[in-house]
């Protein structure tokens, strides 16, 4: 790490701190200055952290990334197509870290409840907002956290109450458009919801240009007991940019959260997906796929923390991999001595379609209770002999024979969205996605069984 | 229809195929019948060209064609049909869509026009009335999910959509009740055709009571030791494989 990246970043803090960034509260700008601390001491990782090992960040160290001053322009075609077909929900739109309220469609919501912008919850200075904010996630963890923390301004904020449902998903479309090189956006977002409050949420990260660009996302879910949550985040940017989420959830007793991440985008893109299970019976379900093609590497760095009885967890992560990309699955399950009866379970499964693509995969399970049930498996291989063979004694050739069972395998993971208009929207990407990286138009649309 | 001829096969290094030979012509359909672990799927595996199976000696022709030389698929599109004993299941991917990509294949090789989704799905519902199989089971993916006896149906929807020239059956009627039993032996039976052919893996004789097979094959430790008619099997049925055992050794 050099000075002068340091340096830049204070002389961005500075400016930003004296244009758009004012109109939030004393606390925000007490807590934005403490972060560009913290991130000034440790600067970027770098392979010698172990968590860093496999991921080296040097190409997002070395470059100079800006905020940029305003948002570029986004059509309402693009919208069309990245909002989920044939479903209501409430779209919420940010261009180049910003809300849009031109371009985003609020439906009406039950009494109590917010979707919206940070900024604009800042700006009001929202009580629930100011005591969750920074809590789920302490910028200490995760260098890029503190970087995401200094320059806090805008993102989702979706707070809902005790006892209320909110019935249609939520869709935040985080769309950069790359208006100034070298542009990041630090997008910030907040879910709450209070005791026994439920609501389902789509995070897309899009780019509407070719040109890089850098995102640096922090997002904060906190599930009250009894609560239910799902967040499913869909990570499509072009393949010149980089993409880092650190997302973090903090659950009670006899919460259920679903967490879901596809990684199809960006030319590195690392998630740190981490749960804190802080309450008896607390269900927490963290999923994912990825699929990476071309040079791309797609990292999942996941933490389950198991402090009290009774608490079932659900981890399965998938990954294709072709050409020369790398994906790296790290998945630590942390279980407390006060932890009896935890019953936890974590898979990782690769597909590889060439030879050239390399799976660093490590579980890491650090177990203190001794009546658990946990358990861990993690699989690099090719296509399923058997499955394939199957296939080809219907006639079905060898190239749609790998075709149909790439598919099968991704159906596998996405398979554990919960909601079914975003399962299918997540499942209409994967099958967009396939076409063009295994270079095959005749892609079955994925069906799952009941 | 196919001449097998002194067949050897291995499995990791182990032969289990100690040389079968095997004629079947058009419109006959052969019961091969044989205690456990004595070759059935083996032989049936072999013929549909399962990777995991190396053929040492001997000879396979389907039509004069050396159905040795072909890739599983080629197999398939030169008529041949495997019903297996443990079909898989594959998620992701609907019954239909994987129905008609087979079907198009197959059509293409034998020089017919692909069918459309209208036209395939015309056909795929009469050929599911004709296993008595729900419509639903069109849009789940492919045996996931499934009963046993589900699978088997399925095993034999796809036979029924894929018109084989010789259909090998390998115990599609273990696990049956009577009435999935007379459905699977209906759905055979239709098929049946001077220019078809059937070879008919069972364990026991229950299901040829449906269907009546022209022949019946004892294997037993990879060798066809004993042929006959129909009769042949229910003589098994009374006294079982230990006769036949016995046999053995008083002529070894
Ligand atoms: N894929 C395989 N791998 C290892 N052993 C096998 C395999 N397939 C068959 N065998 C062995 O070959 C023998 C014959 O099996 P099989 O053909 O399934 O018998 P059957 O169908 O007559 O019951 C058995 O001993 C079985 O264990
Ligand atoms: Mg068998």
């Not at chain 1, 077909?85 to 439906?107: C, K, M, Y």
């Not at chain 1, 919206?116 to 904010?133: F, M, Q």
């Not at chain 2, 059956?169 to 049956?176: A, F, H, K, N, V």
Request: charged share 20%.
């Amino acid at each position: 790490m050099t000075q002068s990246t340091i340096d830049h970043y204070r002389n961005q803090f500075a400016a930003f701190e004296r244009n758009g960034a004012r109109s939030a509260p004393a606390w925000v700008h007490d807590l934005r200055r403490k972060a560009l601390e913290r991130f000034a001491e440790t600067g970027f990782p770098t392979t010698a952290l172990e968590d860093w090992k496999y991921t080296n960040v040097a190409p997002i160290a070395r470059t100079e990334f800006r905020r940029p001053a305003s948002s570029g322009d986004v059509t309402k075609d693009f919208l069309e197509q990245h909002r989920m077909p044939g479903t209501a929900q409430h779209l919420v739109v940010f261009v180049d870290g910003r809300f849009s309220p031109e371009l985003s469609s609020v439906g009406t919501l039950p009494d109590g409840t917010f979707v919206g912008g940070l900024a604009a919850a800042l700006s009001s200075d929202d009580a629930t907002v100011k005591a969750s904010l920074s809590q789920v996630l302490p910028f200490e963890l995760n260098p890029f956290a503190a970087l995401n923390t200094a320059f806090l301004y805008d993102g989702l904020c979706v707070r809902v109450p005790a006892g209320t449902s909110v019935i249609e998903p939520v869709h935040a479309l985080f769309v950069s458009t790359a208006p100034v090189a070298s542009a990041v956006t630090h997008l910030r977002n907040l879910v709450v919801a209070d005791e026994g409050a439920s609501v389902t949420v789509l995070m897309s990260y899009l780019s509407a240009s070719e040109g890089a660009h850098f995102t640096n996302a922090v997002t904060e879910v906190l599930a009250r007991s009894g609560s239910a949550v799902e967040v499913v985040k869909m990570q499509r940017e072009n393949g010149a940019s980089y993409h880092v989420e650190n997302v973090r959830a903090h659950q009670y007793a006899g919460s259920m959260v679903h967490l879901f991440s596809l990684a199809l985008g960006a030319a590195i893109a690392r998630n740190d997906m981490s749960v804190i299970i802080d309450g008896e019976a607390a269900e927490c379900n963290l999923n994912g796929l990825y699929i990476a093609s071309g040079e791309q590497l797609l990292d999942h760095h996941t933490f389950m923390h198991h402090i009290h009885p009774n608490c079932p967890s659900h981890e399965l992560f998938k990954g294709i991999l072709t050409d020369s990309a790398r994906a790296v699955f790290n998945g630590k399950v942390y279980v407390e001595p006060e932890a009896q009866k935890t019953d936890s379970k974590q898979t990782n499964r690769n597909l590889l379609l060439s030879d050239t693509a390399v799976v660093d995969t490590k579980p890491e399970l650090e177990i203190f209770a001794d009546d658990v049930k946990c358990t861990h498996g993690a699989a690099v291989g090719g296509l399923n002999e058997a499955h394939a063979f199957y296939l080809k004694s219907r006639g079905i050739p060898a190239e749609a024979t790998r075709t149909m069972l790439t598919v099968g395998f991704a159906a596998e993971a996405t398979e554990k969205v919960r909601h079914t208009a975003l399962r299918r929207h997540v499942d209409a990407a994967v099958v967009e996605h396939l076409k063009s990286k295994l270079g095959s138009t005749n892609v079955p649309d994925i069906v799952h069984g009941t | 229809m196919i001449e097998i001829k002194n067949l050897h096969a291995n499995v990791n290094g182990r032969e289990i195929l100690k040389g079968i030979d095997l004629t079947v012509k058009a419109g006959e359909v052969h019961a091969i019948m044989g205690p456990n672990g004595s070759g059935k799927s083996t032989l049936a595996q072999v013929l549909a060209g399962h990777p995991a199976y190396q053929v040492t000696q001997g000879s396979v022709l389907l039509d004069g064609k050396d159905l040795l030389d072909m890739e599983p698929e080629e197999r398939s599109h030169a008529g041949l049909f495997l019903a297996f004993q443990y079909p898989v299941e594959i998620p992701g991917v609907s019954n239909s869509y994987f129905l008609k990509a087979g079907l198009n294949e197959i059509r293409k090789a034998r020089g017919e026009e692909e069918l459309d989704s209208m036209q395939f799905l015309k056909l795929l519902k009469e050929k599911m009335k004709l296993v008595e199989m729900e419509a639903s089971f069109a849009n789940r993916p492919v045996n996931e999910g499934f009963s046993g006896g589900e699978k088997k149906r399925n095993e034999i929807l796809q036979m029924a959509v894929l018109e084989p020239k010789l259909a090998i059956l390998d115990e599609t009627d273990s696990g049956l009740d009577i009435d999935a039993l007379k459905i699977v032996a209906e759905g055979v039976n239709k098929l049946r055709s001077p220019k078809n052919a059937a070879i008919v893996v069972t364990h026991y004789q229950r299901l040829l009571n449906y269907i009546v097979p022209d022949f019946v094959h004892v294997l037993v430790n990879g060798r066809i030791v004993k042929s006959g008619g129909k009769e042949l099997a229910l003589e098994l049925e009374a006294n079982g494989y230990d006769t036949i055992k016995e046999e053995l050794q008083q002529t070894a």
